[in-house]
């Protein structure tokens, strides 16, 4: 069975998905977020309406996306860009106080339809959580579990704590798609319980964002090689919603 898919296009405009192609194939032009609603590996999806755009090229020292990952920014559809300092050390993402994506490349999945890795999330209000180390922001057991397609949360942690637990986005909680990418919404940040949106009170967070995979290259008959939580590649980065910089 085709799954319901419906498909955003742009940031306001919604177009009908064509659900011509067989369940179990992704005829995507490569231009179009879809938003999954069905089965992940089962949905269908082609559309030619534009996708995120480039804003004019900002003067400040920036990129497009993370140094390590890969990842890239997306609000009211157009590309966020990632300013950096002049070491390149740090990562400052500037927002409006309103929801936003987070699109991670496609190529940290070997085999397009499996769920791992996972990007690992350790989010807080303080400054202090980019500066802890891998092992402690992720430990075994500490993932946080979402609804099965992703509630639009990230929970903020307490960065001084012994294993803060972190956000754990796999599977359907990536509930955006486009050419090349998998992607998450986000509305909320906040602690559990609720105790006020850190994106709606236009104040500053600090997240590292982390995926744990073998460091192989991704050839035919290369030997994967185990690579620890500290060796895993991480991006920390300063979320800014509405602040002038």
Not at 10 to 17: L, N, S
Not at 19 to 38: E, R, T
Not at 218 to 241: C, M, Q, T, Y
Request: hydrophobic share 35%; proline share 9%.
């Amino acid at each position: 069975m085709i799954p319901r898919l419906g498909i955003l296009c742009g940031t306001v405009a919604v177009c009908a998905p064509l659900l011509s192609q067989a369940a179990g194939s992704i005829d995507n032009s490569g231009s179009c977020v879809a938003i999954i609603q069905g089965n992940w590996n089962t949905a269908t999806v082609n559309c030619s309406e534009p996708g995120p755009v480039y804003p004019p090229e900002p003067r400040d020292n920036h990129v497009w996306e993370t140094p390590a990952l890969g990842i890239r920014f997306e609000q009211d559809g157009k590309w966020v860009p990632i300013y950096t300092t002049r070491d390149g050390k740090e990562l400052i993402v500037d927002l409006g106080p309103q929801p936003f994506v987070v699109w991670v490349p496609e190529d940290h999945w070997t085999d397009p339809d499996s769920d791992y890795p996972a990007l690992q999330v350790s989010a807080s209000w303080d400054l202090v959580v980019l500066g802890r180390a891998s092992r402690d922001l992720f430990a075994p057991g500490t993932g946080m579990a979402d609804t099965m397609r992703g509630s639009g949360q990230l929970v903020l942690t307490d960065a001084n704590e012994n294993d803060p637990g972190h956000n754990y986005i796999v599977g359907h909680r990536f509930n955006r798609k486009m050419r090349g990418w998998r992607g998450f919404y986000i509305s909320v940040i906040d602690t559990a319980p609720p105790a006020g949106n850190m994106i709606t009170a236009r104040v500053k967070g600090y997240a590292v964002f982390l995926m744990q995979e073998d460091d192989s290259p991704k050839l035919p008959g290369a030997r994967p090689r185990a690579v620890s939580i500290d060796e895993a590649p991480r991006d920390d980065v300063e979320l800014n919603f509405g602040s002038s910089r």
